[in-house]
C-alpha cells in the first residue's frame, strides 16, 4: 500500500470521527481535506473540515445546512454538486451516498461473505436519485474497512440489549400442590425472577450500559382467567388464613380442572422488561423484552364433610 493511501485512510478516519461524532467547539488549528482516492466509499471522505481560526469566531457551513456549531463542513457528490453531509441520521460518503452504523445480526453477516478481517465497520449504504428517493438495488449492509469502526451509542445500547441474560420464570402458587375451587391463590414469583439486569457493549472510547428491569407479569391462569400484576407478587405465609386473598396478585378459580387435558390447568405468566441505556453522555429506551414461564395445578371441588 503506498504512503499516499495510508495518509488517506488516516485522514479519513480522523474524518468520519469528526462527522459523526457531536459537534464540539471549533479549535485553532484547521482539519485539512480527506479525498480518499483509494476508492473506498468511506462516510466522510471528501469533506472540508474548516475552524473558526484563532479569533474563535464563528463559521459558516455551505452545504445548505445552516448555521455551523463548531467547524464548516462541505460534501460533494463524484461530479462536483454539493449535498448535504447528513441526510436521516446518514453521513455522505466520496461516492455520494449516504452511511449510518449498522448493528447487522450473525445471520446477515453470513449472508453477506462473513465478517471481514481487519478494523472497519458495517455501515447502511442509502444512494438518492435526482428526485431525491432512494435508488432501489444501490442500497444494503457495506463493510467500510479502515480505523477503528464508528459506532452510534444506539447501536452500542442495541448490542449490549442483545446482551442482557435475563432470569429464569420460577412461578410459585400459595398455598401449594393442588387447590382449591373458591379458595384465593396468592400468585408470587421467585424474587430471582424479578431483579434488574445489566450489560454493556463498547468500543474503544465509547461504552453502553443497558438495563433492564422487571415492570409486569401477566398471568393466563389456564381457565381463561388473566390477571396483571405490577410486581412480583406476596408470598403467602405459613398459618396465614387460607381464605384472605393476596393483597397484590391473586386469583380465584371457580370450577375444578376436572375434564381438562390430565385433568390439569396450565398456568403460565409473561413478565415485562422495561430497557433502557446510558453511555456517551446519552440515554435512551429500546424496546421491551419479555420472559415466559409456565406450571401446571391441578384445581380440585372443596368438599363438605357431614358427621
Known amino acids: 500500500m503506498s504512503m499516499i493511501t495510508k495518509g488517506c485512510r488516516a485522514a479519513a478516519v480522523l ?13 485553532a488549528d484547521g482539519y485539512g481535506t480527506a479525498n480518499c482516492s483509494d476508492g473506498v466509499p468511506r462516510p466522510g471522505c471528501d469533506i472540508v473540515a474548516r475552524t473558526s481560526g484563532h479569533g474563535g469566531g464563528s463559521t459558516t457551513e455551505k452545504g445548505g445546512q445552516g448555521g455551523d456549531r463548531g467547524g464548516g463542513r462541505e460534501c460533494r457528490q463524484p461530479e462536483g454538486q454539493v449535498i448535504p453531509c447528513e441526510r436521516e441520521g446518514a453521513w455522505a460518503g466520496n461516492d455520494g451516498c449516504y452511511y449510518k452504523p449498522a ?17 472497519g465497520g458495517w455501515y447502511l449504504r442509502t444512494c438518492y436519485g435526482t428526485d431525491n428517493g432512494a435508488t432501489v438495488g444501490l442500497g444494503g449492509p457495506a ?10 451509542p444506539e447501536v452500542l445500547a442495541r448490542q449490549a440489549r442483545a446482551r442482557l441474560e435475563l432470569p429464569a420464570v420460577i412461578i ?28 454493556t457493549a463498547a468500543v474503544p472510547g465509547v461504552s453502553v450500559t443497558a438495563a433492564a428491569r422487571p415492570v409486569k407479569a401477566a398471568w393466563s391462569m389456564g381457565d381463561g382467567g388473566v390477571v ?22 391473586g386469583y380465584t378459580y371457580r370450577r375444578s380442572s376436572a375434564g381438562a387435558p390430565d385433568n390439569t390447568l396450565t398456568v403460565s405468566v409473561t413478565i415485562t422488561w422495561e430497557v433502557t441505556w446510558a453511555g456517551a453522555g446519552r440515554s435512551g429506551t429500546i424496546p421491551a423484552l419479555t420472559t415466559t414461564g409456565s406450571v401446571r ?3 380440585q371441588e372443596s368438599q363438605t364433610v357431614i358427621s
Open 15 to 27: 474524518a468520519v470521527a469528526l462527522a459523526l461524532a457531536e459537534p464540539t467547539p471549533a479549535g
Open 103 to 119: 448493528d447487522l445480526s450473525a445471520d446477515t453477516i453470513a449472508g453477506l461473505g462473513g465478517q471481514p478481517g481487519g478494523d
Open 143 to 152: 463493510w467500510i474497512p479502515g480505523g477503528l469502526p464508528v459506532v452510534s
Open 172 to 199: 410459585k402458587l400459595n398455598p401449594p400442590g393442588e387447590q382449591l375451587v373458591n379458595l384465593p391463590i396468592w400468585l408470587t414469583l421467585d424474587r430471582s425472577s424479578w431483579k434488574e439486569q445489566t450489560a
Open 228 to 249: 396483571v400484576c405490577q410486581g412480583p407478587g406476596t408470598t403467602w405465609k405459613l398459618g396465614a388464613d387460607p381464605a384472605t386473598a393476596s393483597p397484590d396478585c
Open 297 to 299: 395445578v391441578v384445581v
